[in-house]
Structures are given as structure tokens and as C-alpha cells.
């Protein structure tokens, strides 16, 4: 298994522009997970979905964050327009019901 | 208020034992987790504990759980120096998603 996939991993952008992140769980888990760590607050849940439905999205920080899962094997998250503030490592996890999280190496987002 | 807590850095010599400790809050939480991050990596799953045991033992690590002081602990034996990392400990509430600490960073002197 390769194990939980985000693309990509790195990313620098400006101010203002619109920015995707995407992740592939690992097949057969119906569980997937958002988060966001930095210095700072440290790892952040962001949104989780179960069967590709969102369950709980209070930890996304402002409207001009979203994120879907069209099918359960891909998600995204945009950040439109993205900020300085929102500078951080984003992680993506997948899970089975009642199994440990796995996670993906994570994007590093750099907005300047 | 729901809080997991871990001393933010500990620092050992090479072939000690290195002891990383957590304190949570929910005392109905049913899994505790050991999580490892590496430099520019994701979370790795290190080990789990039900929360009906109080010890686990894989290979150098022990975790022990003690549920009446939501104290847990991950002990490394022989600690090496690929052992420098990230190490997260999380509860897992019945009806919530994980709880995680802030992280304790382990540093290895030679």
C-alpha cells in the first residue's frame, strides 16, 4: 500500500492566489481528516468527512477555506484567496472506523 | 477543558533510555496513541494502547498507562540517534475525533 498521498509537497504562492491541495487516502478507508501545523498551534484539525461526507467542519478557520471529496479516493482543500497567515504544513489522514490514523507527508504551504 | 500535555523537549544521550511523558483528561478515552514525526514527514504511528491494559511492550518501546492519573508514558530503550524526532501523544474520547498534545521534541547527545 502506498500509503496516504498528498500532492503537493511544497508550494509557494502570493497573496491573493487561489491554492489547492490534494490528497488520495488509502484505499478502503472511509474516514478522512484535514489538518494544519504550525509552530505556533500546532496540529489543527481542520474537517474530517466519513464516506466521503463532511462531519465536522468547526475547525476550518474562515470562509476562505474548503474542502471536498468528490469520491473516496481524493480529496482537496482550497484556500481562495490564501494569506500570509495561512502559511503552514497541511496534513491529510485516513482511517478505517476504529483503526489508528494514517497520515500523508504533508504539503508545506508558503504564502508570501 | 480537554487538554493533552507533554513537556515540549527532552534531551538524552546515546543508549539511555528515553522516557516521553503525557497527561490527558478524558478518562473514557478508549485508545491512547504514540505518534512520531520525522523532519519533513507526516505523523507515524508508533504504538497504541487500549485503555483496559496498562503496559505494551514492542521491541524497545514500553508504554505504560496509568488511568487513574490519565498519565502515560513511552519509554525508548537503547535510544539511537534515529530516534531524534517529533513524538506526539493523543487520546482518543469515545464520540470525538483524536486529541493531541504539542509534541515532545527528542534531542540526542552522543
Known amino acids: 500500500d502506498a500509503g496516504v498521498i498528498q500532492s503537493p509537497r511544497h508550494e509557494v504562492t502570493e497573496m491573493g492566489q487561489e491554492v489547492t491541495l490534494r490528497c488520495k487516502p488509502i484505499?478502503?478507508?472511509?474516514?478522512l481528516f484535514w489538518y494544519r501545523q504550525t509552530m505556533m498551534r500546532g496540529l489543527e484539525l481542520l474537517i474530517y468527512?466519513?464516506?466521503?461526507?463532511?462531519?465536522?467542519d468547526s475547525g476550518m478557520p474562515e470562509d476562505r477555506f474548503s474542502a471536498k471529496m468528490p469520491n473516496a479516493s481524493f480529496s482537496t482543500l482550497k484556500i481562495q484567496p490564501s494569506e500570509p497567515r495561512d502559511s503552514a504544513v497541511y496534513f491529510c489522514?485516513?482511517?478505517?472506523?476504529?483503526?489508528?490514523?494514517?497520515f500523508g507527508n504533508g504539503t508545506r504551504l508558503t504564502v508570501t | 477543558g480537554e487538554d493533552v500535555e507533554q513537556s515540549l523537549f527532552l534531551s538524552v544521550r546515546e543508549g539511555d533510555s528515553s522516557v516521553i511523558n503525557c497527561t490527558y483528561t478524558?478518562?473514557?478515552?478508549?485508545?491512547l496513541y504514540w505518534y512520531k514525526q520525522e523532519p519533513g514527514a507526516g505523523l507515524q504511528l508508533l504504538t497504541y494502547?487500549?485503555?483496559n491494559m496498562d503496559m505494551k511492550q514492542d521491541q524497545r518501546l514500553t508504554v505504560l498507562l496509568n488511568k487513574k492519573d490519565k498519565h502515560l508514558s513511552l519509554r525508548i530503550a537503547d535510544t539511537q540517534t534515529g530516534d531524534s524526532a517529533i513524538y506526539f501523544c493523543?487520546?482518543?474520547?469515545?464520540?470525538?475525533?483524536?486529541?493531541w498534545g504539542a509534541g515532545t521534541k527528542l534531542i540526542i547527545k552522543p
Open positions: 489522514a485516513s482511517s478505517q472506523k476504529g483503526s489508528p490514523l494514517h
Open positions: 484505499s478502503g478507508h472511509n474516514s
Open positions: 468527512f466519513n464516506n466521503n461526507v463532511p462531519i465536522d
Open positions: 478524558d478518562s473514557s478515552s478508549t485508545y
Open positions: 494502547i487500549f485503555s
Open positions: 493523543a487520546e482518543s474520547p469515545p464520540r470525538d475525533q483524536l486529541i
